[in-house]
Nanobody, 121 residues
């Protein structure tokens, strides 16, 4: 089974920074895409940023220029550097990965447990 373990959430003041990390473990042949989604109370889960194994990135318009996603393929880890945080960035942030467990089989989506990010003065 594939596990995604997030770390790095917490409380930060508006304008501050946080760095989230997510490490994948288990039986993994290949990880195609890793990324972050978030869900605020009363809202649907939404894309924050994704990154492919080749390094191509995709960001939600609301975080462009403030957040940066990166990835260490060897360590099966994805990072999200969040700068200039706003109160509206507060949410539970979920790590995501599209993983091929065994060669020549279909890939599947996996999710972490989530880490809380609170932006408040």
């Amino acid at each position: 089974q594939v596990q995604l373990v997030e770390s790095g959430g917490g409380l930060v003041q508006p304008g501050g920074s946080l760095r989230l990390s997510c490490a994948a473990s288990g039986i993994i042949f290949r990880i195609y895409v890793m990324g972050w989604y978030r869900q605020a109370p009363g809202k649907q889960r939404e894309l924050v940023a994704t990154i492919t194994s080749g390094g191509s990135t995709n960001y939600a318009d609301s975080v462009k220029g403030r957040f940066s996603i990166s990835r260490d393929n060897a360590e099966k880890t994805v990072y999200l550097q969040m700068n200039s945080l706003k109160p509206e960035d507060a949410a539970v942030y979920y790590c995501y990965a599209r993983v091929q467990v065994v060669a020549a089989t279909r890939d599947n989506d996996y999710w972490g447990q989530g880490t809380q990010v609170t932006v408040s003065s």
